[in-house]
């Protein structure tokens, strides 16, 4: 590691202070000490988070707000979370596993950076690491890269599963920065690569995450489904997250997000118009499958995403469809 | 900066924290305080070999710097038990060979000591199909509890046949024998 400064902020106030004088914010460390470790991260100035007053999670009118310094395992033993908004507690718990659940944080989960191996590398060519390197994985190994939203520059994935959830619950970003408070839906929170694959997410210099709002619960079935090379402490090949309420034999409202599919988590309301007000059927499945994968584009080692992603789907969906309430 | 007293009780001794905010935990446990018990794997979260109790919750010590363990109360192997007075979790170790190199085992043992205290907690896990419920500790759910310690020897049977022997002698889980 290189050498560095750190400082432990006693209150929001204070963590926004040192932000803004050019300090690098850690919450949990789970991911920022490793890319220092690699020298992908090289910060001069560390905050700590751990007293800056972000550790709680409360009510927020019908919903809830998770405090940003709340850990994984904490948001999922929560008893609100496991009763209201189960998808969460379940995409969490298939993340990771108990030891780094239990320092790995909210905000810094959101944050967290992709696993391509080529970013992990510093003697390989890569455009987030190194912009105007190159892309290693374009030609490379890249079976756990992405086939939707990637650009010339990064196929990279965010490889995360919390805001996989988060994304089909609605849930918002609530942030601080020199620019004052923003409450960003997380949808618009991460970046598809472009031509500026360095930057993950929408946020600014010094501008730190507060909490995360999730609206008042759907009453819906909730499901992940996270397919992966074993069967625990991996990261997903393709995950699916889906909020659904049948009425009446057919689905009456439906959330899906998917996960390690995009190159951020990825929600697209077309399918979702596909299976609203229709009986479920494996021919419903498939047509939402192809909607879903109509742009989708394999570099090769990860082509198998594509199909495996249609029966993720359609599998996720039948479990949740027979299982729907009214 | 660390404040001058910046302290962690490590297996009930306060010790003032390393001044370099970049040693690990894992760093600071082995070479500066000599508690060469828990072992560096991977060091980088992904073996369990680190594996230390901080506050009573089970955490990968390689990942996190000791600087931000500031007023912690940190338990490592050395404190679970001694050669000659093992805890009941190291004794069904030995029994059930849960070990061959033993590399992996002061990571398992501090791991399945904060798993007892989850399962008393109530705490659901990917296994679990009801989140709402008590969990039982079915041999299913002891592996996806145990699944972030790797065992490169694949003790992996005998470690759950250990730790259900535990976890069956302390029939109302209440984390009280391990
Ligand atoms: C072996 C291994 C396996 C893993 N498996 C999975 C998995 O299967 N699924 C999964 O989802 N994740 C997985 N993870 C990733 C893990 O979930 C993340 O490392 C963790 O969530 C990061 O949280 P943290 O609090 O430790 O963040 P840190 O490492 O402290 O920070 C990460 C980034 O977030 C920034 N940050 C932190 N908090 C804030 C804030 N409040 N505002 C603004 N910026 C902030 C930091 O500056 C840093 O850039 C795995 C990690 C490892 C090491
Ligand atoms: S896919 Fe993205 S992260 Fe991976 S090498 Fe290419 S530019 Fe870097
Ligand atoms: S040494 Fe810490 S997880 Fe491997
Ligand atoms: S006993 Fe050798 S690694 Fe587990």
């Not at chain 1, 908004?85 to 989960?109: E, H, M, V």
């Not at chain 1, 946020?203 to 992940?224: D, H, K, M, N, S």
């Not at chain 2, 794997?41 to 070999?49: F, I, L, R, T, V």
């Not at chain 2, 109360?73 to 190199?101: M, N, S, W, Y």
């Amino acid at each position: 590691m290189r050498p560095f400064a750190l400082d432990h902020a006693a209150s929001t106030a204070e963590a926004l202070q040192f932000l803004d004088d050019g300090a690098t914010a850690i919450a949990g460390g789970t991911n920022l000490v490793d890319l220092m470790k690699l020298q992908i991260a090289t910060p001069e100035r560390l905050v700590s988070l751990r007293r800056s007053g972000l550790g709680d999670i409360a009510q927020d009118g019908e919903g809830l707000r998770i405090g940003a310094l709340v850990t994984n395992a904490d948001c999922a033993a929560d008893m609100q979370v496991r009763e209201n908004w189960p998808l969460l507690a379940k995409a969490i718990l298939a993340g990771a596993s108990p030891q780094l659940r239990n320092r790995a944080t909210t905000g810094g989960n959101l944050c967290q950076r992709t696993r391509c191996g080529y970013f992990y590398d510093t003697s390989q060519a890569c455009n987030k690491r190194d912009p105007g390197s190159g892309c290693a994985a374009r030609e490379g190994f890249n079976r756990i890269h992405a086939v939707l939203g990637t650009s010339d520059a990064c196929i990279a994935t965010y490889p995360g599963d919390m805001a996989v959830a988060m994304l089909a619950l609605e849930a918002v970003v609530l942030t601080q920065g020199p620019s004052g408070e923003r409450e960003i839906p997380i949808a618009q929170f991460h970046l598809p690569p472009g031509d500026d694959p360095a930057r993950d997410n929408v946020l600014e210099a010094g501008e730190l995450i507060t909490a995360v709002r999730l609206p008042a619960p759907t009453g819906g079935v909730q499901i992940y489904r996270k397919v992966r090379d074993r069967a625990s402490y991996a990261f997903a090949l393709v995950s699916v997250a889906v909020d659904l309420t049948m009425n009446e034999g057919r689905i009456a409202r439906c959330a899906l997000a998917f996960g390690s599919l995009g190159t951020v988590p990825w929600r697209d309301p077309a399918v979702e118009q596909v299976l609203i007000g229709e009986a479920p059927s494996s021919a419903l499945f498939a047509k939402a499958a192809e909607v879903l994968l109509k742009d989708a584009q394999g570099f090769g080692a990860n082509d198998f995403k594509i199909p495996l992603a249609a029966r993720a789907l359609a599998a996720t969906l039948n479990d949740a469809t027979r299982t729907g309430k009214a | 900066m660390v404040s001058s007293t910046a302290m962690a009780v490590v297996n009930g001794v306060a010790n003032p924290l390393p001044a370099d905010p970049r040693r690990t935990l894992l760093e600071w446990l082995r070479e500066d305080l000599g508690l060469t018990g828990t072992k560096k794997g991977c060091d980088h979260g992904q073996c369990g070999a680190c594996t230390v109790l901080v506050e009573g919750r089970r955490i990968n010590s390689c990942l996190s710097l000791a600087q931000l363990h500031d007023g912690d109360e940190i338990e490592t192997i050395e404190a679970i038990g001694t050669p000659d007075k093992l805890a009941p979790l190291q004794r069904a170790f030995v029994t059930h060979d849960g070990f061959q190199c033993g590399y992996c085992t002061p990571g398992q043992i501090c791991s399945a000591k904060a798993l007892m205290q989850e399962l008393a907690d109530g705490w659901a896990s990917a296994q679990t199909e009801d989140l709402t419920a008590r969990p039982s500790p079915t041999p299913e759910e002891l592996r996806e509890r145990m699944s972030g310690n790797i065992c490169r020897c694949g003790a992996y049977s005998n470690i759950i046949a250990a730790l259900e022997e535990v976890i069956a002698a302390d029939a109302d889980h209440q984390g009280t024998v391990a």
